[in-house]
T-cell receptor
């Protein structure tokens, strides 16, 4: 399957600082990437859809000014958690959409995730 | 509200047995169906996808899709302790590329 990377894999920061997480599709181009958050023993929660060349689409209840998304190229999307607070501590996971040319057949591959701890 | 339903489990099977994981979905327009495996503390890993009615086999895994019944399942033959994980069923949500996930079924394979 296709490979999606994330960097960093884990980060610890002080409350009030901003943290940037990178998501890259390594062997395919992804016009669409997704950002999820997962708290311990809970389901994945979709935060936003990142579209190359346009603004991200945020899910209801997700603050767009707090979670800044930039889809700079067909292989890179970044999520910046601004002014992070302890309640933002979570497992952040990106995925990239791989669309087979010409049809509805598509798959979505996940990155390994970034574990954020805000002190 | 488009939904995907899974039994949260845990589903416990002995080593070597067949594990059967089930999923139902509400949107008849869905066309793409996925099974992801998620180990504790890790991100989901795609293990199977299916687009057409019927069975699709890949090694020890078989995905089964019945669009008329809005039902998709995953069979794991010769279950191994390393198969112990949470299995997430996901269904596409129209043309947005978004996936709707079930809450996941926890599988425990006992040696």
């Amino acid at each position: 399957g296709a490979v999606v990377s994330q960097h960093p894999s884990r980060v610890i920061c002080k409350s009030g600082t901003s943290v940037k997480i990178e998501c890259r599709s390594l062997d395919f181009q992804a016009t669409t990437m997704f950002w999820y958050r997962q708290f311990p023993k809970q389901s994945l929660m979709l935060m936003a859809t990142s579209n190359e060349g346009s603004k991200a689409t945020y899910e209801q209840g997700v603050e767009k000014d707090k979670f800044l998304i930039n889809h700079a190229s067909l292989t890179l999307s970044t999520l910046t958690v601004t002014s992070a607070h302890p309640e933002d501590s979570s497992f952040y996971i990106c995925s990239a959409r791989d669309v087979v040319a010409g049809g509805f057949q598509e798959t979505q591959y996940f990155g390994p995730g970034t574990r954020l701890l805000v002190l | 509200q488009k939904e995907v339903e899974q039994n949260s489990g845990p589903l416990s099977v002995p080593e070597g047995a067949i594990a059967s994981l089930n999923c139902t979905y509400s949107d008849r327009g869905s066309q793409s169906f996925f099974w992801y495996r998620q180990y504790s503390g890790k991100s989901p890993e795609l293990i199977m996808f299916i687009y057409s009615n019927g069975d699709k086999e890949d090694g020890r895994f078989t995905a089964q899709l019945n669009k008329a019944s809005q039902y998709v399942s995953l069979l794991i033959r010769d279950s191994q302790p390393s198969d112990s994980a949470t299995y997430l069923c996901a269904v596409n949500a129209g043309n947005t590329g978004k996936l709707i996930f079930g809450q996941g079924t926890t599988l425990q394979v006992k040696p």
